[in-house]
């Protein structure tokens, strides 16, 4: 079509900012606000281990304004998923702050008043929480998130390694983390007959749908979710979790609107979290630099209800070339709530490790750690042995260095000094899977009006609102004006979830494949009475075909104060290779807030177990720290020109993930490049400096 | 008394029958005003961030953020309070939104309400004038301290830089600019059953005095995160911040005398430079959100070990007026803490006022270790006076926070430093490297806690600031 380039590509503003700096967009929390609701509060569990002996819930009940407590004891029960998700069907206690029972109540200040005088007795057994490589009932999992394999072998890499002239043997660790969007968990639950009306804060209605329904035994016609803006989520509101299925059994027993939200402090144990990894990395190679053999060995946790394996290592399969390679998973299961996906699960961690070994390599040849990527860049994908469909990282990486001033670096750690300050400066590389997810869209055209294009997708602040508008104007040949846009709906046409980096080249391709049906079948002409199509996308015959995935390359100056430890990032730079760019604004916002995940990844986020009873100590965000606005100094992004067309229509690859891959990492090698000091384990805190 | 009302985007609302524990934030949510949202309940995201008309320094009223979440609603009784919603309108943006939309300052939005709030009150300072730009400052003269108590996931914060950074003047007919003109919303008296906001100090007294489990109320910052997270239900709130007899700064040659109830932020502002100590203080004082409402009463009333404000007193050898029913005492500060949490202060007694001897030492430093450089509370805090006669210290005084049970006096290295040559301090930091009895916990080690003693001497020798 030929007006393709309008809209797409250009700097359009988010059509939801004017609403959003309002105060005027509707989260979940916010819906049914003239309903007479009701609120729960839950009862967690302080036992990490054991169950429930008694409950005593009189005093509870008796409180003017309780509409009901439920417990494992009478709660209604529910399909199969309650295996998965601990929600009241028995009295088994697997995790600390495990819902043991719930408040229903007119106001929720009755609620939290009556969870107070709960009284339940446990039987407890010392918990068991702490990672370690000397367990030794670590076990590898059947496969890993997103179907990954859970080990890759490739050559003799033990041999590779003894052979090697130069080698590196690092362990690397990164801790417990949570996602923590600044929008809590929260859900509005009220039957309406025999259908389950939900408003709720996810990354896509179409997700809850089947863990719902099976809990609920209804059908998907009996479930309707609404979820058209979200405070955030980074992975944490991807899936179901405990609090919507409370929600559903609150609203069930009351017959009435039920309004749950989580507090800050709850959604430490109840929405899950990044597993804790270690990591030991085996890197060996010629004097030359050419990698001769890559070994990866993860070690992570996962709970005791539902096994989650974080497919940490897998990004080393591609990154560079080496004829040995392999990389393994193995997992710990401990009485620790469910983890979950957050932000590039899998790459963060994982690419943390490998680049940071990949510094230390560089160190060891006495080599340009930018010198040591570009000589090991594989020309084919090397261990699928498939074509890249795009490889820009030596783009990202010779534009990077270009613009950060990389030329002349003293290669040298610990010996730059401004006052008290050590300085340094460090990369890393970064990359992402691009992938598509099955998705279908819905146009419906009425001659003279807008079109009301409808798909099930999501924006949890990606952009998806406005770049989706873009695409649905250019494929329809009108000005974005003219287009209406319909998601975060479970009844609009099923979509995949905002995750994994896919929404883009996912939903971007149903919406075009409905408006080239409107095209051949109505030349544009929209008839008289107007019509409905729908297209679908999905992934084709390139996913086995070729290797997608974003690349990118992070710089980044550290400062270190000599006397206090502190961490200072004064600037980083950022330069992706992320095919097609559909919105300059909101593509520039995805990198920036990632790189400054990354930022925080690597100087703050640390969420403490405590060992011997089995709870995150720092739960909340007094104490869980997250990046602000004065640790972020100046912040450099750019892309290389890149259209993977052998991928998807759009030529896009995903964006929302790759800015924190690999940041950490730079920050990391700036932090041995200023100081002379390898700091192996996450968060690089100041006492770290005095050890 | 009439019964008590609020004022929220020009539209006054009664707020009768709310109990004394409802917070600004949940009444506002509650009244379908959800603009301000909750992201935290502690103080810490500010995405609660509303704006109140407060008596300015240098105008009649001040716009100024507060978190929502912390303030009890009915503390606001008679006032003036302003929230996103209120700002601008569907077609014509406030100018704060504006830059906000257009540079992409909101991505998920949900923080984005409270950053509004934040930045439209230092659009409004009234001495906000362009100027060089620097790190932490636009060219527009706009303070980046402004936003430090809001905190975003989505954007890396440097498009809400842009934007603030793009801000003109308020236009001349701007009907926010011109309320703080006018004066503020005088403090209107409260007596509803279970939240009292007496009109002076006899009569605050007097209720205190009949209500001995009363729980008094100043900036609410800490009290706020004991309703929102502890489950505090007083029986009895008895409100001072407004209170006139705790809110007179005076310098004389004398004393300097700092009300108990002005708050942090108008304390910078009335000092004036006057006690160069507490100015490198404050800016290290949580976030401009928390100092807009926190006190020095409010610091020294918790007993807290890691309160701020008691090592920077100490070193100041200051003292408290405490007053009751019974009268007035004076007693020191370094003879005010008596255990965790623990003081001499009885119930019914109020902490009045602070006074800092004159002179002040000539020699000042304060070092606050936290794991975060703004918006966290301190793992070590060490404030340092001393005067240095011929190259020598005639005089130490050193307040430590964050070692011990509680805030102490660092004695074995004031005793070291005396007859010491200055900046030649490294057998004193040796000394002060021992006091206390730091802890281990997930903020610090014990031993960084040590080694931060150690190096804060030396840092402050090497950066004194002549007072
Ligand atoms: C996000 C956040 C960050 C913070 N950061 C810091 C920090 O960096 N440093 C720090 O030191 N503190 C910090 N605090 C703690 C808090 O802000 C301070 O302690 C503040 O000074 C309390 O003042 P207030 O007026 O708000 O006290 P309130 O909450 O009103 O009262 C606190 C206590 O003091 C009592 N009280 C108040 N006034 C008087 C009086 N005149 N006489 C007797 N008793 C009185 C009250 O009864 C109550 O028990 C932080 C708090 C939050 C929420
Ligand atoms: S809700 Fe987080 S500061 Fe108020
Ligand atoms: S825009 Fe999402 S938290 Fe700031």
Redesign the pocket.
Known sequence: MTTTERAVGSDVRRIDGPDKVRGRVPYAYEHELGAQSVFVAIVQSPVARGRVTSIDASAAEAVPGVLAVLTHENAPRLGDVAEEILVLQSPVVQYAGEPVAVVVAETSEVARDAVGRVRVDYESADPDVVLSVDRDDLYPPEQLMAGFETDSVIGDVDAALAEAPVTVDVVYETPNQHNNPIEMHATVARWDGDVLRMWDANQGPHNLVPVITEAFGITEDQLHITSPYVGGAFGSKAYTHVHQLLAGMAAKVTGRTVKLELTRQQMFSLVGHRTPTIQRLRLGARPDGTLTAISHEVVEHTSQNAEFAEQTATATRLMYSAPARRTTHRLAKLDVPAPTIMRAPGEAPGMYALESAMDELAAELGMDPVELRLRNEPDRDPERDVPWSTRNLVACLTQGAERFGWAGRDHRPGVREDGRWLVGTGVAAATYPTRRRPSQARIEAVAGKPYVVSIDASDIGTGAWTTLTQIAADALGVPMDQVRLRIGDSRLPQASGAGGSTGITSWGPAIMAAAQELHDRFGGQVPADGVTVTGSSGPGDEAEQLSSHAFGAHFAEVRVDRDTGEVRVPRMTGVFAVGRVINTVTARSQLLGGMTMGLSMALHEESVLDERRGHYANHDL?EYHIAANADVGEVDIAWVDEVDDAHNPLGAKGIGEIGIVGSAAAIGNAYWHATGRRVRDLPITPDKWFR | MPSPSLTVNGRTVPLDGVPAHTTALDWLRESGLVGAKEGCA???CGACSVLVARPGTTTPTRWTAL?AC?VPVLALDGQEVVTAEGLGTPDDLHPVQHEMAVRGGSQCGYCTPGFVCSMAAEFYRPDRAPGEPTPEHGANGFDLHALS?NLCRCTGYRPIRDAAYALAAPDADDALAGRQTRPAPAATPTDVPGFARPADLPAALALLAEHPDA????????????VNLRGLRARQVVA??RLPE?HGVSVTDEVVEIG??V??SEVAARLDGAVPLLDLLLP????VL?RN??????????G?P????APVLLALDASLVLVSAAGEREVALADYFTGYRRSV?TAG????AVRIPQPQPGLVGFT?I?KRRF????SVAVAVGVDVVDGEVTRATIGLGGVAATPIRARATEEALVGARWPDVAAAADVLAGEGTPLDDHRASAAYRRAMLRQSLLKIAAAEVPA
């Open positions: 007094a | 502690e103080g810490e978190n912390l108590g729980v008094v109320v100043a900036g609410s910052t800490d009290h706020g995160v004991e001072i911040d705790l108990a109830a708050t942090l290290q004082f949580a976030s928390i409402g926190a006190t020095l009463g409010g610091n020294l009333g918790t807290s890691i309160g701020d404000a202060r007694e109020l902490i009045r606050k936290a918006d966290d509370i301190s």
